[in-house]
C-alpha cells in the first residue's frame, strides 16, 4: 500500500502547503522535487510556507490572496495566527466570463427519486404539516400542540433514555410499572407533523417582521410542506396581512391549505386550539393522502453548507460537494450557495462565472452592504473564524471562505437571491445569508431547498424542521468519533483511497436515497429542527 502524502498543494500557484499529517519539528520531507525542513511541530490540517516569506508578503493558497505574513516565516515555518494576518483583493467589477465544460451526466440523466408532486410543479422530498407563529406571544400554544399532535398522530418510538429510566424506576419499585400506550405505529404514515417556534414578529423594526414574513413565507411554499396551520396574537408588527401579502409574492396561484387563527378575534385559548386540532386533524388527514412518485433529478434544489469547518473541509468535504453540484446543475436541479461573510475573498472568482452581469453587480453590492454593517458594528469579516476554525487550521477568513466556496464546484452562476427571496432558477445560484449555520440553513430552506447539504470537520447537529440535512465529515476521525450525526465520511479523500469524483458519485446515491424516503438522515434520527430566523435590525 502506498505511504499516505504528509504535504498537499491545492493549487499550483500557492506558496502554501497543508500538513495532512502531524509533522515533526527538523523532519525533511521531499516535496515537488525539494526538501523542506520542518521548522517546528505542525498538526495535521494547519499549513506550512514553501518558500521565506517577508513582513508584508502575500499568503496564496487556493490559487488566492488569503494572507499577508505580519513576521517572518522560514521555508517549512508554521503558518498561525502570530505571524498572519486577513487579506484579501479588492473587487470591483467583472473581469472576465470563466467558460464551463459540463461533466459526464450519462450515468444520470435517466435516474429518478420518490418524491411529492405539487401543483405547482415543485417536487418535495418530504411530506410535512407545518405549524408555526407569526409572534412569539404564541409560542407556548405551538408547544401544546406540537405535545398533543405528537403523541396522538406521530407516537414516537420511546428512546433509549425513556427506556432505561423505566427501567431504573422499575427496579426501585420493587418491579410494578405502568406500560407505556403501544408505539408501534403511526396514525399517518405518510406525512409528518413539525412545529417552528422563534423570537420575532414583534418589538424590532418593522422590517425585521417583514424579513421574517417572507422567511415564513418560503417554508409554506417549499415543496416539502403539504400545509401549515400558523396561529397569529393580532396586535403583532407581522400582520396576517403581511404574511398573505409574502406568500402571495412568492406564489400567487397557490392552492396549498393555509389555516390561520387569530387568538384576539377568536377569544379563549380552548376556544382557538379546539378549532385548530379539529380544523388540522381533517388537513392532515387529506395530505396524508399524497403519495410518492418518480421525478427526475432537476427537481431538486439543494442547499450547500459548511459549519465546524477544519483545515481538510476545504480539500475533501467541500470539492466533493463541488463537484456533485456541478453534476445537478448540468441534470437542471438548483443548487444553493450562501453564507456571504465566508465567500470573503474569492469574490472575483464568483462574478466572473455569473451568467449575467447584474448579477455580478448585485453579489458585490451585497457583499459590500454586508461588510460595512459589520464593521459599523465595530467588528469586521476578519473576525469570522471561530476559535474552533483556528484550532484546526483556519487562520483567517479569506482561507477559511477559499475552502468553503469550493462547495459551489466551477458551475456557472445563474442567479444571486437576497435573504427571503424564492430561488426560481435552475443551477448554481447565490444567496445572502449569515455564516452562521442555523441561520444559514434556515434560509436556504426557506429559499426552497429541498434537502441540505452540511460538510462539517469539528462535527455539529444541526438539522432543519422541513429538509433532510445530511451531514458529511472532512475527515474519517470525526465519522468515527461522532458516528451520530455522520451521515458520509470524505476522509478517504485525505488518505488517497478515494478521489473526489467518486466521493460525488456516492454523495449523489445519497442524495436519490435520502430523497426518495429510503434513508433518513442521521439528523431526522436525532429529531433535531433548528431554525433561527436572521435578525438585521436592532430592538425597540
Same mark, same amino acid.
Given at each position: ?299 431538486? =434544489?439543494? !442547499? ?9 473541509? &476545504?480539500?475533501? /468535504? @467541500?470539492?466533493? %460537494?463541488?463537484? +456533485? ?107 445572502? =445569508?449569515? !455564516? ?9 430552506? &426557506?429559499?426552497? /431547498? @429541498?434537502?441540505? %447539504?452540511?460538510? +462539517? ?84
Amino acid at each position: 500500500m502506498e505511504t499516505q502524502k504528509k504535504l498537499i498543494k491545492v493549487n499550483p500557484t500557492d506558496n502554501v502547503a497543508v500538513a495532512l499529517v502531524d509533522l515533526l519539528a527538523g523532519e525533511v520531507i521531499n516535496f515537488e522535487g525539494e526538501a523542506i525542513t520542518i521548522e517546528s511541530d505542525v498538526k495535521m490540517k494547519h499549513k506550512i510556507a514553501l518558500l521565506p516569506l517577508e513582513i508584508g508578503d502575500r499568503i496564496i493558497m487556493y490559487g488566492v490572496l488569503v494572507g499577508k505574513s505580519s513576521a517572518r516565516i522560514e521555508k517549512g515555518g508554521l503558518l498561525s495566527t502570530v505571524n498572519v494576518k486577513h487579506e484579501s483583493d479588492k473587487v470591483t467589477g467583472k473581469t472576465e466570463t470563466i467558460g464551463w465544460t459540463k461533466p459526464n451526466i450519462d450515468k444520470w440523466k435517466d435516474r429518478t427519486f420518490l418524491g411529492y408532486h405539487r401543483e405547482d410543479g415543485q417536487v418535495g422530498t418530504e411530506n410535512v404539516w407545518l405549524f408555526f407563529p407569526l409572534v412569539f406571544c404564541e409560542n407556548r400554544n405551538i408547544e401544546i400542540l406540537k405535545d398533543i399532535f405528537e403523541k396522538e398522530l406521530m407516537k414516537p418510538k420511546e428512546n433509549d433514555y425513556q427506556l432505561l429510566l423505566r427501567s431504573l424506576v422499575k427496579s426501585e419499585s420493587g418491579g410494578a410499572s405502568n406500560e407505556a400506550a403501544s408505539n408501534d405505529s403511526n396514525l399517518f404514515n405518510n406525512i409528518e407533523v413539525k412545529f417552528i417556534t422563534h423570537q420575532g414578529g414583534c418589538g424590532g423594526i418593522r422590517q425585521d417582521s417583514h424579513s421574517l414574513a417572507k422567511l415564513l413565507a418560503g417554508y409554506v411554499n417549499n415543496p416539502n410542506v403539504a400545509g401549515a396551520t400558523v396561529l397569529s396574537l393580532g396586535c403583532q408588527n407581522l400582520q396576517i396581512q403581511i404574511f398573505k401579502d409574502a406568500l402571495d409574492a412568492i406564489n400567487p396561484n397557490s392552492k396549498k391549505p393555509v389555516l390561520i387563527y387569530d387568538q384576539q378575534q377568536i377569544g379563549t385559548i380552548e376556544t382557538m386550539l379546539s378549532s385548530v386540532v379539529k380544523d388540522t386533524f381533517e388537513a392532515i388527514k387529506k395530505a396524508n393522502d399524497i403519495q410518492r412518485t418518480p421525478a427526475p433529478l432537476s427537481k431538486l =434544489t439543494i !442547499g450547500l453548507e459548511c459549519g465546524g469547518s477544519d483545515g481538510f473541509s &476545504g480539500i475533501s /468535504a @467541500n470539492p466533493t %460537494l463541488g463537484v +456533485t453540484s456541478d453534476l445537478l446543475a448540468a441534470l437542471g436541479g438548483t443548487t444553493i450557495l450562501s453564507e456571504f461573510p465566508e465567500l470573503c475573498g474569492v469574490e472575483q472568482e464568483l462574478v466572473n462565472r455569473c451568467v449575467e452581469d447584474e448579477s455580478g453587480k448585485r453579489f458585490l453590492d451585497l457583499m459590500q452592504w454586508y461588510e460595512k454593517t459589520v464593521v459599523d458594528a465595530g467588528s469586521g469579516f476578519d473576525m469570522n473564524p471561530s476559535p474552533g476554525n483556528i484550532k484546526d487550521g483556519l487562520i483567517t477568513d479569506a482561507m477559511k471562505s477559499a475552502g468553503a466556496a469550493k462547495k459551489g464546484g466551477t458551475s456557472p452562476i445563474t442567479g444571486v437571491f437576497d435573504y427571503g427571496e424564492y430561488i426560481t432558477k435552475p443551477g448554481l445560484t447565490l444567496l445572502c =445569508t449569515p !455564516g452562521n449555520d442555523v441561520e444559514c440553513t434556515t434560509a436556504m430552506v &426557506g429559499s426552497g /431547498a @429541498n434537502m441540505v %447539504l452540511f460538510t +462539517t470537520g469539528l462535527g455539529t447537529p444541526t438539522g432543519n424542521p422541513i429538509a433532510p440535512v445530511v451531514k458529511i465529515s472532512s475527515n474519517s476521525e470525526l465519522a468515527r468519533k461522532m458516528s451520530d450525526i455522520i451521515d458520509i465520511d470524505t476522509g478517504g479523500i485525505i488518505t488517497g483511497e478515494k478521489s473526489i469524483d467518486e466521493m460525488a458519485d456516492e454523495m449523489l446515491e445519497f442524495i436519490i436515497d435520502v430523497a426518495s424516503g429510503t434513508i433518513k438522515t442521521k439528523a431526522a434520527i436525532l429529531n433535531q429542527n433548528d431554525f433561527i430566523p436572521w435578525k438585521r435590525g436592532v430592538s425597540l
